[in-house]
């Protein structure tokens, strides 16, 4: 896509006229007398829209720049939570992983828009190997992008932040968003049920999380991650074991995209097609290869004396996806299998 192709595509599913002459300067600006063309790479239609557009210098392939946009107010909070994100990782690690985290050139305020500018990662999306055929369905190429995500999350792990903030407990989080409702209810009471488990274990309350650590939220090049983006959930005081879990479920969701309803799912048996959240069941039910991969993932994140205990870290990780997730019909569908599958 164009330079003004792309921005006239987000200028126009956004109402946003002041859009192509902000990217032009942001563009102008950073790379001066740098001739570009710029990539569409994400225009989000949930609740709260951003769109990222990728600089790319002409000629070459890496990208130097992006600039992400959000448009409504909600949308526009988060890029800013982001840029302070970044500014507060690279604050403890000025090396920001080896350079795999984005740099926050700028932050920029303009009449109903905030862009992020921020350095570009070069790489393939993990996502994008997720979704080739057959990928998911050989424990060899799952091994692998475990391995990669467990690899960075090892070095993110090595840093410190501040003493973990008090909150409420997730359980009462999904109270407070569905009252008077029984499914939140009986996921709260199984929830607190399993947190007293897991906290007998011992709990990191001085770690940084991404906070929505998935695969589309990761480059690889080529099988070594090159980059992590969207840094807007961040937390700073956190158990480092949740990244773990975010990205074991968030992989484990859509194992069965691309097969037919009512059909097996290669690769997985016992895993049928069919209703929403169905791998996840097959997940805490099973005791395949599959399972024995997750299991040791989200291990890695386990105290040795707890490392079993890799089921209970996944129902709580449904609930705070529920808690989280500002998508009502996928808040829902975590916090009804949390009450499903919790014993």
Known sequence: ??????????????????????????????????????????????????????????????????????????????????????????????????????QCMQLREEPGLTALVTTAAAGRPMATDYHLWGHTSRCR????????????????????????????????????????????????????????????????????????????NLLRDPQLVSGVVDWERAHFGADPLWDRVRFALAYTLYLDRHTPRGRAVRGHGGLRAGRPGEPVRYLLRSSGWYAACVADFVAGGLPPRGRTAWREAVLVGLAQIAAESDEPAFARLHVELLAELAP
Not at 83 to 95: C, F, I, K, T, V
Not at 175 to 203: F, I, N, T
Request: net charge negative; hydrophobic share 45%; charged share 20%.
């Open 1 to 102: 896509m164009s330079a003004a192709s792309a921005v006239s595509a987000v200028s126009a599913a956004r109402g946003a006229q002041s859009l192509p002459s902000l990217v032009e300067r942001i563009v102008a600006e950073h790379l001066p007398g740098v001739p570009v063309r710029l990539a569409l790479v994400s225009l989000s239609r949930d609740p709260n829209p951003k769109t990222v557009l990728l600089a790319l210098p002409v000629p070459g392939e890496a990208p130097a720049l992006a600039v992400k946009v959000g448009f409504t107010d909600t949308a526009r909070h988060a890029v800013r939570a982001e840029a302070r994100a970044l500014l507060d990782l690279e604050q403890l690690d000025p090396d920001r992983l080896g350079a795999t985290v984005p």
């Open 141 to 216: 190429s799952v091994e692998r992008d475990f391995a990669a995500a467990g690899s960075w999350l090892t070095g993110l792990a090595r840093i410190r932040g501040d003493s973990s903030p008090v909150t409420a407990p997730v359980g009462q989080q999904l109270v407070q968003r569905w009252p008077d409702d029984e499914v939140a209810a009986k996921a709260c009471a199984a929830c607190a049920d399993v947190e007293d488990r897991l906290s007998g274990l011992g709990h990191r309350s001085d770690g940084v999380t991404h906070g929505d650590f998935w695969a589309g």
